[in-house]
């Protein structure tokens, strides 16, 4: 969205954090005023301009919400090379960001991440009990999963013969998958790390019914382990979102704000 385009009163500015790695993580802060703010987290080979991250942060910025979309690590304007898997590290990217608007004096209410960031933002919260709800769009649920359609039947020979696998798109080679990155993955256990999720944190999962990228059945079973939790399946809807980006946004604006009432609810009966 640009500059001329955003509400009148707010502010949006670059913001660029290191990671504990020292790679620059570049983002935009959409900043209402409010103390508390949203984090926007983008999915595999995406960036904080997709259209799902920048349509929420203009419909959280209508309603009052600060919010920060990022790229992480290897992606977008961040420095870094890409890396298949590493669904951790970028946990740790996340809370180089989190800790910059907690050092900063502002609130970290709410992590929200599509498809791959859904994994990121729900491992963070079970390394990290310090945010207070959780939106995971279209995450995987087994990262066993899903690797075979992008990788062929025979990616493990594969790798293993030549320590690497090129994916290729047009005859052009996109990005190259490491027996590291690939074991990364496949070492990644969602199911373990889910039941680490405090009670206390509310999470969301919105999933599309016509997905074919991830089965909306992956949605079903964070339902099942997740203590505090809500599903909205949205009939119709593709991985993207791509003629739903309206009712998404508003289904997470409203649990966001619901969110914000019962803090608000609690300090004032304290």
Excluded at 30 to 49: A, N
Excluded at 187 to 198: P, R, V, Y
């Amino acid at each position: 969205m640009s500059l001329s385009s955003q509400t009148p009163g707010f502010e949006q500015k670059r913001v660029i954090i290191p990671n504990k790695h020292g790679e620059k993580l570049v983002g935009i802060l959409h900043d209402t005023g409010t103390k508390e703010i949203v984090i926007l987290c983008h999915g595999f080979r995406s960036s904080k301009e997709s259209k799902t991250l920048v349509n929420l942060a203009a419909a959280l910025e209508k309603a009052g919400i600060s919010s920060f979309r990022f790229d992480f690590s290897g992606n977008g304007e961040s420095d870094g090379s890409f890396q298949y898997g590493f669904y951790w590290r970028e946990a740790e990217d996340l809370h180089a960001v989190t800790q910059h608007f907690h050092e900063s004096n502002r609130l970290v209410t709410a992590i929200v991440g599509h498809s791959k960031g859904g994994g990121v933002v729900l491992l963070y919260a079970s390394k990290y009990h310090d945010v207070e709800a959780v939106v995971n769009l279209s995450g995987r649920y087994d990262l066993k999963t899903g690797i075979k359609e992008r990788l062929g039947d025979d990616y493990m020979k594969r790798i293993k013969e030549d320590g690497f696998i090129d994916v290729k798109s047009s005859g052009n080679s996109e990005y190259r998958v490491t027996l590291e990155s690939l074991l990364d993955r496949l070492n990644t256990n969602m199911h373990e790390a889910c039941l680490q999720i405090d009670k206390e944190c509310r999470v969301l999962t919105v999933h599309g019914s016509s997905d074919t990228v991830i089965s909306v059945g992956d949605a079903s079973q964070f339902a099942q382990i997740i203590p505090n939790h809500t599903l909205h399946i949205i009939e119709g809807a593709d991985h993207p979102y791509n003629n739903h980006q309206d009712e998404l946004a508003s289904l997470v604006v409203n649990f966001i704000k619901e969110t914000l009432h019962q803090d608000s609810d609690t300090s004032s009966s304290t």
